[in-house]
């Protein structure tokens, strides 16, 4: 686990009141951005990611992710395009539950950032090493392969 950082007081209440059974497995904060996730595992193609920012939720699995909705077959919130965009672009995504705060604006640098701190944390689930720019360029992968299209 990468702690870098202290934690937000708000990732880990939210985490806590979302999970109160378990503490995180995963505690990840990306270079270069205001960004936070804490996570634990989850079954795989379960991919439940809580924003504290839009104070909303969504849950998808890699079919639904691919039609851009949840398992509950309801439009992706805008911001979790790139969480999903992610899961689908990234080989052998483990299943995860996790709670993702930021400060930065909120708008199209926010859902961004989202899917840079995502990436970051995939990549720490698997043990991949990662750089700023390797984790920039993969979302912008994801905007263009996903998020941009129709």
């Not at 839009?54 to 079919?63: I, L, V």
């Not at 309801?74 to 899961?87: D, E, S």
């Not at 995504?93 to 899917?115: F, N, Q």
């Amino acid at each position: 686990m990468r702690l870098p950082f202290d934690p937000p007081i708000r990732l880990l209440i939210h985490y806590q009141t979302l999970y109160p059974e378990t503490s995180p497995h995963w505690l990840i904060a990306p270079p270069g951005r205001e960004m936070w996730a804490a996570a634990k595992p989850a079954p795989a193609d379960h991919f439940c990611v809580y924003d504290v920012e839009s104070e909303s939720q969504a849950t998808f699995s890699r079919q639904s992710a691919k039609s851009k909705r949840t398992i509950l077959n309801r439009p992706l919130p805008r911001w979790a395009r790139y969480v999903a965009g992610v899961i689908l672009l990234m080989d052998d995504a483990p299943g995860v539950e996790a709670v993702i705060c930021g400060d930065e604006p909120l708008g199209v640098r926010y859902e961004h950032s989202l899917g840079v701190v995502f990436a970051a944390l995939m990549y720490d689930m698997q043990g991949i090493d990662y750089d700023e720019r390797a984790l920039v360029d993969f979302t912008e992968r994801v905007r263009r392969e996903y998020v941009d299209k129709t």
